[in-house]
């Protein structure tokens, strides 16, 4: 029972916070079917998890304020694409007007073209491929996409590693590694980083003692890594059992190797990623959120809970600008909804004055640091 009241009263914290930024309780009453999809179990679920934790977060935060409610469906989807857009029938025969997710790339590229083929409005936190965006107008991403951290990655390699000779393992047949890769390359090119060793996998990959000895061999001080946090595990794994210790550097999906289970944590100190939150910001909305989320779920969120979180609080604010009340259909709602996501500016946790252009976020990177088994800020 204490728990209970305690979380109670973070959540009254939080949502008292979001009001005196300017999220106060809507006008607008009703309430809104907010589908979501994401891997809840299967070898991507600390990514699932996470996001579908913040958007039950920010649900209870709104609908504690009165006015505007959301009731939620979350669908799991294994991180595959067929269970994906059967997870998306499910929630369409539930009546959905709006969907979160999904979560993974390859599931949302395929979820996204239903969406667009039936004009349901989708924001997704963390599927970052061109290709869930590219030719649909209806569906937005909350992460930076694929290019992006790829050339972003870069920048801040070449700026904060002026010297180093880089080594890359790269997945070649999985589409978000690619992409990542591909745009880290041409942009440290440009740069003149010193990429001194290339070595790929793929999704079968378990013993990678060929990569990591090519970039040991090669003297590389730095390893882009633009993969998952499964198969970067291995890697640390790897590079500890031959005394190899360079600077190793991930994106999004790194995020998440501190809870994965048997893994040993201490391999990952010192280990950089680019990350639009970090858990230990001194802002007062980072920390009541942090407070509250660990709170309800006994952990320290990572990136996908503050992206699933701002996802719902961004469909919220841009629907309590629309002329509609939830009881609109989906379609009526889909298209005023394109409308404000083309034109309004939104704060959240990952990011201050996020805009929207062709589906794609723009806000700003920062890089985030593994010490002492959590993630604090580099800079």
Same mark, same amino acid.
């Given at each position: 029972m204490k728990k209970i009241v305690s979380l109670v009263l973070v =959540?009254?914290?939080?949502? *008292?916070?979001? #009001?005196?930024?300017g999220k106060s309780g809507s006008s607008k009453t009703g309430t809104l079917k907010l589908g979501f999809i994401g891997p809840l179990t299967g070898g991507a679920a600390v990514y699932g998890n996470a996001a579908k934790n913040g958007v039950e977060l920010a649900v209870k935060e709104i609908n504690a304020k009165g006015g505007l409610q959301f009731e939620l469906n979350a669908q799991d989807d294994e991180h595959d694409a067929e269970k994906s857009v059967n997870a998306y029938n499910n929630l369409m025969d539930w009546g959905m007007q709006v969907l979160v997710g999904s979560v993974t790339t390859t599931p949302c590229v395929a979820v996204s073209a239903e969406c667009f083929n039936d004009r349901t409005f989708a924001l997704t936190p963390s599927a970052s491929s061109p290709d869930v965006t590219k030719g649909k107008d209806n569906v937005y991403q909350l992460c930076f996409n694929d290019p992006n951290q790829g050339k972003a990655s870069a920048q801040y390699i070449s700026e904060h590693f002026p010297d180093a000779k880089v080594a890359i393992i790269y997945n070649n047949g999985d #589409?978000?590694?690619?992409?990542?890769?591909?745009?880290? +390359?041409? !942009?440290?090119? #440009?740069? &003149?980083? &010193?990429?001194? *060793?290339?070595?790929?996998?793929?999704?079968?990959? *378990?013993? @990678? *003692?060929?990569?990591?000895?090519?970039?040991? +061999?090669?003297?590389?001080?730095?390893? @882009?890594? %633009?993969?998952y946090y499964t198969p970067a595990s291995l890697i640390l794994n790897q590079a500890n059992s031959i005394g190899y210790a360079p600077t190793f550097f991930g994106v999004d999906g790194m995020d998440g190797?501190?809870? =994965? +289970?048997?893994?040993?944590?201490?391999?990952?100190?010192?280990?950089?990623?680019?990350? %639009?939150f970090a858990a230990d910001a001194e802002d007062e909305a980072t920390k009541a959120f942090v407070a509250a989320y660990q709170e309800a779920y006994g952990e320290i969120p990572n990136q996908f809970a503050a992206d699933?979180?701002?996802c719902v609080y961004a469909i919220y604010e841009a629907f309590n600008k629309t002329d509609l009340d939830p009881s609109a259909s989906s379609v009526d709602i889909? !298209?005023? =909804?394109?409308?404000? @996501? &083309?034109t309004m500016s939104f704060s959240g946790l990952t990011g201050a004055n996020m805009t929207w252009k062709d589906g794609m976020v723009d806000k700003a990177p920062a890089a985030v640091v593994i010490k002492g088994g959590v993630y604090v800020a580099a800079d």
């Open positions: =959540l009254v914290m939080v949502a *008292s916070l979001f #009001a005196a930024c #589409a978000y590694s690619t992409g990542i890769y591909e745009t880290f +390359k041409a !942009e440290a090119e #440009a740069l &003149n980083v &010193n990429i001194v *060793s290339t070595g790929t996998c793929t999704d079968e990959t *378990s013993d @990678f *003692s060929v990569q990591v000895g090519d970039a040991q +061999k090669a003297k590389a001080d730095v390893v @882009f890594l %633009p993969i190797i501190l809870t =994965l +289970k048997g893994f040993d944590t201490s391999l990952a100190e010192g280990v950089m990623l680019l990350t %639009p699933g979180y701002d889909c !298209e005023a =909804l394109i409308e404000q @996501f &083309n």
